[in-house]
């Protein structure tokens, strides 16, 4: 079933929760997923001394399948990625429905031509002959002190490339109706999850549910300025809001969630109404989702703007080790209230 | 060797098919200034052919640039195969892919595929689907000699030996990545030498003799069927032309080499072989090739006479289900 975009209940469970709940579910109602990584179970082939998950994720969030569902449909793999990414997609478009976890979006590089060349451009290239229902699972977010290696935040580069789909969840709710849209859908879908989410709770049904893949949401109405928020970002830009709101400054905060397709009608609609537009990425700003979304509503309702489309990203330069650094990196709400300030002639 | 009459007759039919398939239908869709990215197999006919024979339309192929050959010999159809080279929309991919991406998915042809050693993981996954769901199939990952050096390769054949999938490793080593010869580019006195790494078998085959590939592909396909898991063979055989049609192969290769391996021939090969065992005559094979001959008359003709994709199929079938105006939102098409 698809379901508002907001949550019903009482339930609360943490993203990570979230995630695992959604993968045992979807297991469970079709034969056909199967999920394959490096240490999704962890300690695998040590059955035999008692081990059958070591870590279930090293954040957690394959815990368990492999007791449930076996090591036929739970697969760790060796440190492979071009070769389980790959087989992952040729599997899922000879009959099986396939979700690979890649650890981190920083390793993308090792396996991307099986993501650009196969997965992306099968359908395409035989003439619509074969669907690829294929997930990639995978991590972004910086904030850690994990450094340039493990801290990118790479959506936008598959927002690039026709034939992907992506989502960004941005808490519980949306981590579990996204991901099971991901893994039901017939095309190939990334899946990103924002480490900093991880450890927070929020209302999620039990029942399985879906989102639709390609909407926005949004997650606080105002009148005097749009902010557009991806991931773990549509918070820190609702913060700013709410400050901004105690000196009578109005935001509207839209959770963009697909980061391809992406729901321009729903940003446009309420630069409309605001006349003002603010993206706020965690990603690099050069081409990327941020640029991309400023010169779309530039272009589609530049006669209702009062000022110029902007945005608060991270700078052009790689994720910093030293937290002195880091936090200059990330965009916060301090940027983003100066951001508003000025747009607002303030 | 178990082949009965028919079955040795539907060998050399394949192979003529194939190798008048090339000479045909590549100069022809040079003349329809399509030819960019068109590689001719003729001379390594008995490779897919030998390969092929031991499979069905339920088992699965990964193929490569040069792959007119695999193709034919899954049974992928010879007219439509001439209309997606002239990029009509009666080809199987409707005119999409051309020469680098012809698939069939119905005879289990998962593409032949333009980025070197991309489509091994591919076959790999076909391989994992009949293992997790218990399909007794097998897939084939076709790959070159400059291939072997791909890191997807090795990657691949670990994975495939770890979980004993029903996958076959195996290697056209035409002696060319291009024009770098594989003495160069291959550390190890052969190719098949490699599967030593990964705990397989490695067969080492005479590509010119289709007899040869058939038993070393059966062996490895019964050991994929069983349970036992993958095999690496590597088939030592020859491109009788250039990389593409654009290049001179004398720059790097000498005219002596072409005589040495044209006069291995693999259909003259089957010739010497089958005759003088007197179940079959020339005469029998001279009209299997007068009928290959007439069927890329048919061919051309057939592409020839299909219609042009119209343009604004361009946007179909980027996806399964994508809001179709984002295709071409914002960008100023003209149609």
Redesign the interface.
Known sequence: MTTTMQPTGTREIQFREAINECLRQEMELDE?V?IMGEEIAGGAGRQDQGVEDAWGGPFRTTVGLIQQFGK??V?D??L?????????????????R?VAELMFIDFIG?CM??LI??AAK??????????VPFTMMTRIGAGFGAAAQHSESYYSIFSHI??L?GVCPSDAYTAKGLLAASIR???PVVFFEHKGLYGISGPVPEEPYVLPL?KARTVREGTDITLVGISKMTWTAFAAAEELAKEGINCEVIDLLSVS??D?DHINESVQKTHRLIVVDEDTPVCSMASEICS?VA??VFDYLDAPPSRVTAPHTPVPYSRAMENEYMPNETRIIATVNKLMGR | MDLDREALLKLYNTMTVIRHFEERGIPETGQRGMSASVHSSAGQEAVPVGVCANLSDED?I?STHRGHGHCIAKGVDVKQMMAELFGRAT???????GSM?I???SKGM??T???VG?????????A??????GLNRVAVAFFGDGASSQ??LH??M??AS??KLPVIFLCENNGYAMSTPSEYGVSTTHISDRAQGYDMPGVLVDGMDVFAVYDAAAQAVARARSGEGPTLVECQTYRYYGHTVFDNPLTYRSKEEEDHWRARDPLNHFRTVVIPQGEITAAELDQLDADAEALMEEAVKFADESPLPKPEELY????????KD??K??VNMSI
């Open positions: 056909n199967i036929e449909r697969l793999t060796p492979s990625e071009a070769a389980f990414i790959g087989a992952a997609i040729g599997a899922s478009s000879t009959g099986l396939a090792v031509d099986q060349n196969n099968m359908r395409y290239m035989f003439g619509g002959q074969v669907k026709p034939g789909k859908d017939d095309d390609g397709p992406i321009y779309r272009e589609e | 699965y990964g080809g199987p991919n409707k005119g999409k892919g991406h698939s069939d998915m998962l593409g595929n333009g980025v991309a489509s091994i993981p591919l076959a790999l996954g076909a994992l689907t009949s293992k997790v769901k890191g997807v990657e691949s670990n994975l770890i979980w179909d079938d980027v996806y399964v289900d994508y809001p984002m295709m939102r914002g």
